[in-house]
């Protein structure tokens, strides 16, 4: 069994910095992506950003583009979410996410296989 583990969340300033790391541990093989998703409170699930398995491909929506960095160390079998000039509308449940098989440019949350326990990010204004 897999498990995703997030961290990093809290509560910063708008225009402030935050990274997210998602520790994955049980079977160790490789995950075709890895990706982030968010869901603020009344929303649905959605999208933030993904990336393939050697880190060569990402992808990001439009909202996040510039602002945020996606990355993972298979060493350490670990993505990480870098999070700047952060905005107080990225508030949510930050969720990392592990696909087994498949492209990584998806965006559809019933694509990926395993998921994490979530962690919050608050942005004041």
């Known amino acids: 069994q897999v498990q995703l583990v997030e961290s990093g969340g809290g509560l910063v300033q708008a225009g402030g910095s935050l990274r997210l790391s998602c520790a994955a541990s049980?079977?160790?093989?490789?995950?075709?992506?890895m990706g982030w998703f968010r869901q603020a409170p009344g929303k649905e699930r959605e999208f933030v950003a993904a990336?393939?398995?050697?880190?060569?491909?990402?992808y990001y929506t439009d909202s996040v583009k510039a602002r945020f960095t996606i990355s993972r160390d298979n060493a350490k079998n670990t993505a990480y979410l870098q999070m700047n000039s952060l905005k107080p509308e990225d508030t949510a449940v930050y969720y990392c996410?592990?696909?087994?098989?498949?492209?990584?440019?998806?965006?559809?949350?019933?694509?990926?296989?395993?998921w994490g326990q979530g962690t919050q990010v608050t942005v004041s204004s």
């Open positions: 996410a592990a696909r087994l098989f498949g492209l990584a440019s998806t965006t559809r949350v019933r694509d990926y296989d395993y």
């Open positions: 049980g079977r160790t093989f490789s995950f075709s992506a």
């Open positions: 990336i393939t398995s050697t880190g060569g491909n990402t």
